[in-house]
């Protein structure tokens, strides 16, 4: 077993997730910038149970003995990309617009925080590599 593969997952793990709060952060940015234009549909980017799916199934795979056995794992952290879904105003007020201001900001700061959060983890990560590399000078 290669030493370095949990490392490695982890890694692979934290960078995903940044990617994936990237992506959740430019549709909550245009959200906000969209929170007066008449009719506007609030977007919102899911990705977190599809991401739990392939962390759960990437702890146990199956391995396949043919080329053409069905897999039974689930999707592959690489192929984890999140979905965007648009929700419509059903309030019937005003102009259409689904967008609260105050709720994306909230979304926005807790957004945020968890991004920072995979990046200090992902740096510390680093730290102990460059640690173990350079033989504990």
């Known amino acids: 077993m290669n030493p370095l593969t ?3 997952s982890n890694m692979k793990l934290l960078q995903k997730v940044m990617d994936l709060r990237s992506t959740n952060q ?11 234009t008449p009719g506007y549909a609030r977007a919102q980017f899911e990705f977190e149970e599809e ?4 962390i759960n199934n990437n702890s146990s795979p199956l391995i396949t003995t043919h080329q053409k056995h069905i897999s039974l794992g689930g999707p592959e952290l690489d192929s984890v990309t999140g979905t965007v879904r648009y ?6 007020l005003g102009d ?7 709720e994306e900001m909230i979304a ?4 945020e925080l968890l991004y ?3 990046a ?7 730290t102990m590599l460059n640690y173990a590399i350079s033989e504990g000078k």
Request: no cysteine; charged share 25%; hydrophobic share 35%.
């Open 87 to 92: 929700i419509e105003d059903k309030t019937g």
């Open 108 to 111: 926005l700061s807790e957004n």
């Open 51 to 54: 991401l739990q799916q392939a």
């Open 120 to 126: 200090q983890l992902l740096k510390k990560k680093l």
């Open 26 to 36: 430019s549709i909550i940015a245009t959200n906000i910038a969209n929170g007066e």
């Open 6 to 8: 949990p490392l490695d």
């Open 116 to 118: 920072e959060t995979a």
């Open 96 to 102: 259409q617009n689904g967008v609260s201001v105050d």
